[in-house]
T-cell receptor
C-alpha cells in the first residue's frame, strides 16, 4: 500500500464541471502539497496546507488531519486545467516528500 | 517574489559522461531537497541538505553526489551517466526544521543518449 494514494488516476470532464481529486496519506505530515504538472513540464506548487482550507481563484484545497485526507477542487473547469495533479505529503523532521501517483485530468471543451 | 532557480533547464549528455545540476533556493531558505522524476514515473526523493550538511538520503545512486554550499545553493553531480538517468530533476527549498513546506524549482530535464 502506497503511503500517499490519490483517486481517481484519470479524470475526464467537460468544460465548466466541478472537479474533485482526493488524496489519502498514512504518513505523519507537517504539510501537504498539491502540485500541477503539464506534459513535459516542471512542477508548479498550487497549495501547501497543514490544516483547514485554502482557495486560489477557481482552486480550493482542503485537508482533514484527523482523517489524513485532502481534496483538491476545481470549480468551472477549463481545458487549460488539463494537467497531472499530484498530492505530496511529508515534512516531519526530515522534510522529504512522498508523492502520490498523480491524477491525469483532461477537460474537454 | 524570488523563486527557486535551477540551471540548466535542459541538458543533453552521452552515456558515461558527467553532469552537474544546480539549485538556488529562495533567499533565507536553509534546506534543499533533490527529486528525480523518470518518464511516466512518480517523483522520487534523492537527497536533502540542511545548513550545508546532508540531512536525509533517499534513492540516490552511488554515482551521484551532492553538496550544499555556504550560500545555500546546492549542486547535484552525476557521473558515469546511464540511459536510465534521463529524467526531470527538480529541487525544492524550505526554511527551518521541521519544514513547514517546500517551494519547487522548475526542474532540469536531463537526456542521456
Amino acid at each position: 500500500k502506497n503511503e500517499v494514494e490519490q483517486s481517481p488516476q484519470n479524470l475526464t470532464a467537460q468544460e465548466g464541471e466541478f472537479i474533485t481529486i482526493n488524496c489519502s496519506y498514512s504518513v505523519g505530515i507537517s504539510a501537504l502539497h498539491w502540485l500541477q504538472q503539464h506534459p513535459g513540464g516542471g512542477i508548479v506548487s498550487l497549495f501547501m496546507l497543514s490544516s483547514g482550507k485554502k482557495k486560489h481563484g477557481r482552486l480550493i484545497a482542503t485537508i482533514n488531519i484527523q482523517e489524513k485526507h485532502s481534496s483538491l477542487h476545481i470549480t468551472a473547469s477549463h481545458p487549460r486545467d488539463s494537467a497531472v495533479y499530484i498530492c505530496a505529503a511529508g515534512g516531519g523532521s526530515q522534510g522529504n516528500l512522498i508523492f502520490g501517483k498523480g491524477t491525469k485530468l483532461s477537460v474537454k471543451p | 517574489a524570488a523563486g527557486v532557480i535551477q540551471s540548466p533547464r535542459h541538458l543533453i549528455k552521452e552515456k558515461r559522461e558527467t553532469a552537474t545540476l544546480k539549485c538556488y533556493p529562495i533567499p533565507r531558505h536553509d534546506t534543499v531537497y533533490w527529486y528525480q522524476q523518470g518518464p511516466g514515473q512518480d517523483p522520487q526523493f534523492l537527497i536533502s541538505f540542511y545548513e550545508k550538511m546532508q540531512s536525509d538520503k533517499g534513492s540516490i545512486p552511488d554515482r551521484f553526489s551532492a553538496q550544499q554550499f555556504s550560500d545555500y545553493h546546492s549542486e547535484l553531480n552525476m557521473s558515469s551517466l546511464e540511459l536510465g538517468d534521463s529524467a526531470l530533476y527538480f529541487c525544492a527549498s524550505s526554511r527551518g526544521r521541521p519544514t513547514r513546506g517546500q517551494y519547487f524549482g522548475p526542474g532540469t530535464r536531463l537526456t542521456v543518449t
